[in-house]
C-alpha cells in the first residue's frame, strides 16, 4: 500500500511538472521561433529530433521481432546462435554514419551562416557601417547597449527594427555572461577579455505576436542574481525606431524636473546618484567608468531592474532596498539609507526621465 501510495504522489507530481512547463512569458521559449535565426535553429532541433525518434523506433520494433521470434519455446530447447555476421555489421556501422551526415550537412552550413558577420567589417564614406550595430556589455546584473552609428546608449531595454539583420558585438565587464533571446536565435557568451560577433533577425509577424515585446536573458551562471539578469527588447518597425533614434539623439542635456518633488528629486539625483547613473544617451565615460544603467528613457520602459513592474510603488520598493530583489547588485548601500520623502521624489524625477513625447 505505501509503495503504490509512492507511485501515485509521483504520478501527480509529473503531472504538474507537465501542466507548469507550459507556462511563462510569451515568446520566452526556442520553441516559438521569431527570426531567421531562430527558426534555422528551430528546423535543426526538429531534424535532430526526428533522427532521434526514427532510431529508437526502428530499434524497439527490431527488439520486439527478435524476442517474438526467437524466443526459447521450452526449456530444453536453445535458441539458435548467430554471430559474425558480416552483412549486419556492415549495415549497423553505415547507417549511423548516414544519419550524422544527413545532421552534420545542414548543421555546418547554418554554422558558416549565423557566423558571417563580415558586414560589420565594411565601413562607408562616413566611417560607418551600412548595417545596424549594437555593442552590449554584460555587467552584474543588468545590460547595457551601445549604439556606436547613432551615437546613443541606453540600458536594460535594447530597441531594435524588425526584418533586418541587427549585428552585435559581445563583451562582459567583470564575470562571464551569456546573451539570450530565446525566440530570436543561441545564446552567445559574453567575456572580458575578448569580443565575441553574432548577427540576429527579429521578424514582424513575430514581433506583432508578441506586441512588439521579446525577453531576454543571462544564460551562464554569474552570481546570486543570475537568475534576475534579465533584459527586454523592443522590436520596432524601421520607421518607428529610426523616430526612437532621434529622439534619443535629440537629448543633449538632462531633463529637467517639471514639480517641485521632481525637482528636488533631481537635486538628490545629481548629489548621489549621477556618479553611477547617466541620464543622456551620448555618454562619452570610459567603458569602465560606466557602474550604473543609463536611466535616459527610465520612465519609458516597461520593468524596474528587469524584473520589476514599471510603477512607482515597484520603484520605491527598489529604492529602498535594492538586495531583496537583486542580492549582490552594486546599488545596494551605495548611497546609505534615504527618507521616505527623499524616496518620493527621486521617484517622481525617474518615472518623469522620457525622450518620445
Known sequence: MKMLAKWR?????????LVLSGC???????????????????????????????????VTIIFIYVVMKFRRKSDSEIPKQVEGNHKLEILWTVIPILLLLILAVPTVAQTFNLANVSPMDKKN???????????????????????????????????????????????????????????????????????????????????????????????????????????KVKALPRAEFDQWVAGMQSVKEPVKAETQTAQEGQEIFNNSCIGCHAVTPANT????????????????????????????????????????????NKMTGKYGELSDDQIEALTEYLMGLKVQK
Request: proline residues 6%; charged residues 25%; glycine residues 8%.
Open 9 to 17: 504522489l509521483l504520478s501527480v507530481f509529473a503531472m504538474i511538472a
Open 24 to 58: 511563462g512569458e510569451p515568446y520566452l521559449s526556442t520553441l516559438r521561433p521569431a527570426g531567421e535565426v531562430a527558426q534555422s535553429q528551430y528546423e535543426l532541433m526538429l531534424l535532430s529530433t526526428a533522427i532521434m525518434v526514427g532510431v529508437i523506433a526502428v
Open 125 to 231: 564614406k562616413d566611417g560607418k557601417t551600412d548595417v545596424l550595430v549594437v555593442n552590449v556589455r554584460a555587467n552584474l546584473y543588468w545590460w547595457e547597449f551601445e549604439y556606436p552609428n547613432e551615437k546613443i546608449i541606453t540600458s536594460q531595454e535594447l530597441v531594435v527594427p524588425t526584418d533586418e539583420k541587427v549585428y552585435f558585438n559581445l563583451k562582459a565587464s567583470d564575470v562571464k555572461h551569456s546573451f539570450w533571446i530565446p525566440s530570436i536565435g543561441g545564446k552567445m557568451d559574453t567575456n572580458t577579455d575578448n569580443v565575441n560577433k553574432f548577427w540576429l533577425e527579429f521578424d514582424s509577424k513575430g514581433a506583432d505576436e508578441a506586441g512588439g515585446l521579446f525577453y531576454g536573458k543571462c544564460a551562464e551562471l554569474c552570481g546570486p542574481s543570475h537568475a534576475l539578469m534579465d533584459f
Open 285 to 328: 565615460a570610459p567603458e569602465k567608468a560606466r557602474v550604473g544603467p543609463n536611466l535616459t528613457n527610465f520612465g519609458e520602459r516597461s520593468r524596474i531592474a528587469g524584473v520589476l513592474d514599471h510603477t512607482p510603488a515597484d520603484l520605491k520598493k527598489w529604492l529602498e532596498d535594492p538586495d531583496a530583489y537583486k542580492p549582490g
